[in-house]
């Protein structure tokens, strides 16, 4: 059973690409002719871009792409396309009673995705949540074992959403590489340990995309938690990630989805400059200044917390 802990706050590392660290080194000449060593953070930002219709948008360079931080402008130091990145995956499937019926198809789709989506750079672990949240399997590669904390589910009773996500967010900060939290639910959280706000600063102080799954158990409105539901999505869009609801596809269509924004995703980075003083929170933004605004959706997190928490075991 995992419980949430209070986190330290001390820069942390990031690990992209060819062993780059958030840290670059930036070497200032002072006037007596001094070098000078500052350590100056890289920020990394994952893009997703869709046309109107929702298809996929490949193709698209350095050049295109604008950043700013705080509404400045800034440079971008890092581009990649279809990023081959770690992916760090948690998996983190209600259980709660509400969901039992589903239970069967639950583990035997996300078996399916587990096993068309891992590489073997990446790792993958596996969170259960009902009145608390369990970890079923800790990251590994290893698709069996996966499996094998897939058929451990069980779960009843309430549904601690909050919980799962803050401590996922937790555990997946201390990982390098992309880092994706998979919630599949019903919607609602009735546990009231963590709340909303929290859940939420917990994954973006972690650099977290969250991908909501939401599997309703009925169609009409009645019955159905819709505030939950559209939590799922805010928390989806606030970091980056995206929401499904598993209608006629099913969660194997779902699963299909979250896979293929996976291997579409553009890496921005950028060693930040001219930083307002003061600020923890710094907000994003990532235009295509030669479209117009309508011509394409993209899709980023909102920004970063400029005191996150360290690494620690």
Known sequence: MLRRATPAR????????AALSVYGALF???????????????????????????????????QDFAVAEDNRPQDIAVFERESELPLNLTLAIDTSASTYKDRNIEQEASKRFVHALLRPQDQMSILEFDTFVSELTPFTNKVAQIDHGLDRMRGEGGTA?????????????????RKVLVLVSD????VKSTTYSQALEQALRDEVMI?????????ASAGRDLGGEHALIALAEQTGGKS??????????????????????YVLGYYPHH??????FHRLSVTIPRAANEAFNIRYRTGYYADSPAKSD
């Open 187 to 190: 919607g609602g959280d009735t």
């Open 275 to 280: 930083q307002e003083p003061g600020r923890t």
């Open 244 to 265: 499904f609801y598993a209608g006629a596809g099913g969660l194997d269509k779902a699963f299909t989805q979250v896979s293929e924004d996976l291997r579409t995703q």
């Open 10 to 17: 001390t820069p942390r590392a990031f690990f992209l690409a």
């Open 161 to 177: 959403l909050y919980d799962a996500i803050y401590l996922g967010s937790q555990r997946l900060g201390k990982k390098d590489g």
């Open 211 to 219: 991908y909501s799954i939401i599997d309703v158990p009925i169609e």
């Open 28 to 62: 200032v000449v002072a006037q007596d002719g001094m070098t000078l060593r500052m350590d100056v953070k890289l920020v990394n930002v994952f893009v997703n871009v869709t046309d109107p219709n929702g298809a996929i948008v490949g193709g698209l360079t350095r």
